[in-house]
Structure formats: structure tokens, C-alpha cells
């Protein structure tokens, strides 16, 4: 699977002349300063804004609007309240075409299952945890069999410890279902700990301007040192860009 | 339990504190009746029926005129929520009408229909129309975009994304809207009531009002008791069930 894109987005340059290729379960990170575009970007893969030029293809098609092949799962855990989070995670199983009622029940308790959430199927979404409600969005982006999953910044709102039981959880995940993802971070050690591939932005304009293929068995532990020596040479070209705004934070 | 009782004991007093201001005799037993004089009147209202006849006319206006002011209102603040030449038009009427007071429509609606139901139905429904377009409209503008986008990369579009995305989003506000659209059109049928006798039926306000005519302060009264238990049992039967929903699933504060 390829994806090809360019783009000059508006009077801003948010993207100029990105172009990138991503291959069939393939784990890559984009990683850059607040305001790179990195989200612009992730939200036109998704469908949700268009490109002002260029093209976006998905197996060879080029994308128009959003679809569930390619699932997002934002920063703020966008749950509906209004539903359980058993009702959450059907959402999108409901909407998908060609599958009995059971079978979607089984899905989504697979899926809740694991995320490590089979006890909470029926608690609000308000009684979660910050942690807890992400592995729920996870959940809910899984459930429908994405081909893609776009991860937005999904842990940034967490505190540490809660963050680096997901690095294990999504590597995990990864490895069972085998989902092409890309991840949007601004920390270059979240980037380095799940990524194949990080793709360093530039800001004003996006620009990629460097590529990182992290060669380290997995799973990855976030704290080792090899890990820490990725994270030293991803922060140091992404600074020698000129603009200092990516943190290395663990 | 401890609640119930100090609640208990508080109506007691007030009961008491009537009932001695009646034996005292500091205003005409004729203006103050006892507490047993409107429990009577109650009991032979019951009795050979007026009460429940009454009632049963007054609450038929109220649910009908409030159920075609919900299904008229809906669909007008989700059209004005959608399209800016909605808003600008209908939301604009709906708020400017919804700052007046609904008993004002009582002497358009009489000249218009006459001494007849459908004046008082018209009365209910202006009560209740504006409140719930404008707290439809309120409640799907403040619906969080992300939900939306969420919404729309698991495949959700149209009447769906309408249906299971905005419209549930937007539910406490719109109950909120419904139970001030409630609140409206009882008091605005009350005055209509009052002011208006006709032929096809007495309502509670029709009573309250020859309960004056005739200098029946028992019956005056024992009519507003009987109003104010409506207006607490719609609370309790079909607004705070809803609410308490609301409250344990978005986890807001029970207030």
C-alpha cells in the first residue's frame, strides 16, 4: 500500500510539498514541534480536510473523504458520553455492513478484552480513567478492522506511568493485528520506542525533513539505553532545524 | 429518613401556623378558610367528580398543545442549528418570542379562534415552541466537534450522524429546553384558563377562576394545591427520571 501526497494547504503553508510512502503494516511516527503540520497531515490521510494539491492514495485509490479503513484516535479521547463503553466500542461495528448482531458483540468484547477492559463493558464513560478511556478509543478504532489506524497524539494527556504500560499494550496490539499506523507525536522517545520509521516535520512550512529507520528488537522498553542513544540522534537533527519546540520528555 | 422527617415536620408547622392564623381571626374567615374547610371542598370536588373532569380537560390542552410544540420545535432548531438562513430567520423570531411572556398570545389567540379549544391549544404550543427550538439550536451548536469527526471516520454520515451522533449529543440541553418549554406552557394555559371561559370544557383554571366569582375561598385554594401537585408530579414522573439518566451517564453534578 502506498500513500502519496502533496500539498500547499491555504494562505499558510501548513504542508509544502510533503510526500510520503507507507507500506502495509508498517508502524511509522511523524514527529515534530507543535504547529508542524503533522496533524494537518494525519487529518488528510483520514479524509477529514482536504489537500489543496496533491493527491492522497490508499491501495492505489485516491482518497476523498473519511472512511473506516483509516480510524483515527485523537488526543482528547473523543468517547461519546452518552453511551457505555461497551456502546462505544459497537459504534463503528454497527456501522459496518455484513455482519450479524452477535457477531458484532463478539468484536467488540474481543476487542475490550484486549485493551484489558472486559470488567468496565458497562461503566460510563465519565468513571474512566484518562488512561482507561484511550484504551477504550483504541478499542473502538480496532474493532472495525481498520486497514490503517492514524494515531494523533493519543498519550499526551496521560501521566508517565499510565503512558508506558500503552507503549507495551500498542506494540503488542501491533504485532497480533498487524495494522499499518501512523503516529503523530512531539516526543522523540515515544517516536523512537514504536516507530519502524520516524519522519522528522520542520515547521512554517511542514516540511519532512529527515528519516529515521529505528532498527531495535521489539517490544521496545522506552527507558532502555539503546533507545535513549535513537532518541539523542532524532533530537539533535530535529533541533538543527532551527526551531527547538520537540520536547524529550519519557 | 432523617431528611423525610425534618421535611415532614416543616409542612406540619406550616399547617399549623394556617390553621392557628385561621382560629385567631386577624382576617375574616371568608378570605382565610381552614385547612379543613379546603380539604372538604376537595373531598366533594372529588366526589361528584368536577375535580378529575377538570383536570383531565386541562391536562389534555397541556399534553397535546405541548406535544405538537416539541414535534414543531425539534425539527425547527435542528434546521436552525444547520443552516445559517434558518438561524438568521427562524432562530431570531424564536428568540425574540421566547423573551414574551406567553400569557400575551391569550388575547391574539382569543380574537383570532375565538372562545374555542384550539385557542388554547394555540396558547400551550407558543408556550412551549420557542423554548425548544431554542434550546435544540443551543444544544447542537454546542455539540464538541471531535464527536462529529469521530463520528465521521467510523462511516457515520446524514441521518445517522443526525440521529446517533448530534442529536444524543445534544440531549441535556434539549431536555433542559423541554422542561422550560413545560414550565411555559402551564402557566400559559392557567392564564388562558382564567381569563377565558369556554363552553367545551372547564378547566383547573376555570374553577380557580368562579372559585373568586363566587367568593369560594376554599375552592380557590384547594385549586391551587391541586395545581401545584401537577406541576410537582410532572417534575417527578417524566422530567427527573430523564435527568438523573443524564446526570449518572455525561457525570455531571446532581444538583
Known amino acids: 500500500m502506498s500513500k502519496n501526497f502533496r500539498s500547499a494547504s491555504g494562505p499558510v ?6 510526500s510520503l510512502n507507507v507500506a502495509e503494516g508498517e508502524f511509522v511516527c511523524l514527529v515534530g514541534a507543535s504547529g508542524c503540520g503533522k496533524t494537518t497531515l494525519l487529518n488528510i490521510i483520514a479524509g477529514l480536510e482536504k489537500p489543496d494539491s496533491g493527491t492522497v492514495l490508499a491501495d492505489g485509490k485516491p482518497i476523498t473523504g473519511p ?8 488526543q482528547e479521547p473523543a468517547l461519546f458520553p452518552w453511551l457505555d463503553v461497551f456502546g462505544n466500542v459497537l459504534f463503528g461495528l454497527k456501522l459496518k455492513p455484513n455482519l450479524t448482531n452477535k457477531d458484532r458483540r463478539d468484536v467488540a468484547k474481543y476487542y475490550l478484552e484486549l485493551v484489558g477492559l472486559s470488567r468496565f463493558e ?3 464513560i465519565h468513571e474512566l480513567s484518562g488512561g482507561m478511556k484511550q484504551r477504550v478509543s483504541l478499542a473502538r478504532a480496532l474493532a472495525p478492522n481498520p ?3 492514524l494515531m494523533d497524539e493519543p498519550f499526551a494527556a496521560l501521566d508517565a506511568l499510565t503512558r508506558e504500560q500503552l507503549y507495551g499494550d500498542i506494540q503488542e496490539i501491533w504485532k497480533a493485528r498487524r495494522k499499518t499506523i501512523v503516529f503523530v507525536t512531539h516526543n522523540v522517545r515515544e517516536a523512537a520506542c514504536l516507530g519502524d520509521r520516524v519522519l522528522l516535520f520542520s515547521p512554517h512550512p511542514g516540511r519532512v525533513q529527515e528519516e529515521f529507520t529505528v532498527e531495535l528488537p521489539r517490544p521496545r522498553d522506552i527507558n532502555s539505553v539503546d533507545l535513549a542513544a535513537y532518541a539523542t540522534r532524532i533530537t539533535k537533527a530535529l533541533k538543527s532545524f532551527g526551531h527547538a519546540g520537540a520536547t524529550v520528555t519519557g | 429518613m432523617k431528611r423525610f422527617l425534618l421535611a415532614a415536620s416543616f409542612f406540619a408547622t406550616l399547617l399549623l401556623l394556617w390553621e392557628a392564623a385561621h382560629r385567631a381571626k386577624i382576617w375574616s374567615p371568608v378570605l382565610l378558610p381552614s385547612p379543613g374547610q379546603v380539604v372538604r371542598y376537595l373531598e366533594s370536588a372529588a366526589a361528584d367528580g368536577t375535580l378529575a373532569k377538570a383536570t383531565v380537560i386541562t391536562m389534555r390542552r397541556l399534553v397535546v398543545g405541548y406535544l405538537i410544540g416539541l414535534v414543531m420545535g425539534l425539527p425547527l432548531g ?13 432562530g431570531t423570531l424564536a428568540l425574540g418570542l421566547q423573551t414574551l411572556p406567553s400569557v400575551c398570545w391569550v388575547p391574539l389567540a382569543l380574537l383570532w379562534f375565538g372562545q374555542t379549544e384550539a385557542a388554547m391549544l394555540f396558547v400551550v404550543v407558543m408556550g412551549t415552541l420557542w423554548s425548544v427550538v431554542i434550546a435544540t439550536e443551543t444544544g447542537v451548536r454546542n455539540v464538541p466537534p471531535i464527536y462529529r469527526r469521530a463520528a465521521l471516520t467510523m462511516g457515520s454520515k446524514r441521518l445517522h450522524m443526525w440521529f446517533k451522533v448530534i442529536l444524543p449529543a445534544a440531549l441535556p440541553f434539549i431536555v433542559s429546553g423541554m422542561k422550560q418549554g413545560w414550565a411555559f406552557a402551564w402557566r400559559s394555559l392557567m392564564a388562558a384558563e382564567i381569563f377565558v371561559t369556554i363552553l367545551s370544557g372547564f378547566g383547573l383554571g376555570q374553577l380557580l377562576h368562579y372559585g373568586r366569582e363566587l367568593n369560594a375561598m376554599e375552592q380557590v385554594i384547594g385549586i391551587m394545591i391541586v395545581i401545584i401537585v401537577i406541576g410537582l408530579l410532572a417534575d417527578k414522573i417524566f422530567f427527573s427520571p430523564v435527568e438523573r439518566f443524564l446526570h449518572r451517564r455525561w457525570g455531571t453534578s446532581q444538583a
Open chain 1, 67 to 74: 472512511g473506516r479503513e483509516r480510524l483515527v484516535m485523537f
Open chain 2, 78 to 90: 435542528l434546521l436552525t442549528a444547520r443552516w445559517k438562513l434558518f438561524h438568521d430567520t427562524i
Open chain 1, 13 to 18: 503553508l501548513a504542508l509544502d510539498r510533503v
Open chain 1, 147 to 149: 486497514r490503517v489506524l
Open chain 1, 122 to 124: 458497562h461503566a460510563n
